[in-house]
Each structure stands twice: as structure tokens, then as C-alpha cells.
């Protein structure tokens, strides 16, 4: 039988395991955000390069997270070792613990992942 494609910038074509197919938007990757240099509140799915030359400060974990939300931080100015940066856990462990956590390693780079209410957030990566 004839098949037309229109052609759709951007997307994949993808089958539904039916044989019906459509196009989708395929997203993947983080979204990486400017350079942030004061205390925020974090958004799943986003990287964010801190900059604490000026001064230490927090970033906020998001309050509703589920299974699979994750967030990545970088030193941009490698400053977190004298101005440190800390991670506001917003009601959820982190690493398994009910305590924020103070990141004091410069050019520190990683990624939290929620897991569950037992564990929390969980670094992926140190």
C-alpha cells in the first residue's frame, strides 16, 4: 500500500507496535542554563555552571521530584572550595541522609538523581 511522508523538522518517525505510525519530538540531554551566581531553586532535567567567586550560596532541589528527575552542577569558576556551594535537599534525603549537602571540591562536577523517599537524591557521578 502507498505511504506518504511529510517530512517534519526535528522529529522522529515512530510506530505505536501496531503498524500506525506518527512523528514525535525526540528530547534528550540536559538542558544546560546560564551561569548562575545567587541561591535558586533547581528545575529537573537542567545543568546548571556555579559561580561562587563572589560568594557561597544555595541551590534549592526541586520539592516534588519523581523517580528519574535529576539535575547536574559544575564549578564554572573553580571557587567552591573557598566559597562553597550547598545543596538545599527541600524536604528529601540526600544520599540517603535528612541533611543538606556542602560541596567544598573545587571544579566539583556531578549530577543528583531521584530515586525514592528512602534514598533521596543520589550522586551519579562525583
Known amino acids: 500500500f502507498p505511504v506518504t511522508i ?3 523538522n526535528g522529529q522522529a518517525l ?5 503498524g500506525v505510525l506518527s512523528f514525535t519530538t525526540i528530547s534528550a540531554g540536559t538542558s ?3 551561569v548562575q551566581t545567587s541561591g535558586f ?3 529537573s532535567g537542567r545543568g546548571y555552571p556555579c559561580n ?6 544555595t541551590v534549592t532541589l526541586p520539592a516534588s521530584p519523581t523517580a528519574g528527575d535529576y539535575i547536574q552542577i559544575v564549578d564554572y569558576a ?5 566559597n562553597n556551594l550547598t545543596i538545599g535537599r527541600n524536604g528529601h534525603k540526600i544520599q540517603g541522609v535528612a541533611e543538606d549537602l556542602t560541596v567544598s571540591v573545587e571544579r ?3 549530577t543528583l538523581v531521584y530515586v525514592d523517599t ?5 550522586l551519579q557521578n562525583k
Do not use: H, K, R, Y
Open 6 to 8: 511529510i517530512e517534519s
Open 32 to 34: 544546560w542554563q546560564s
Open 108 to 110: 566539583a562536577g556531578f
Open 14 to 18: 515512530v510506530t505505536n507496535g501496531s
Open 78 to 82: 573553580g571557587t567552591f572550595d573557598t
Open 41 to 43: 531553586t533547581a528545575v
Open 52 to 57: 561562587t567567586t563572589s560568594s557561597a550560596f
Open 118 to 122: 528512602t534514598q533521596g537524591w543520589l
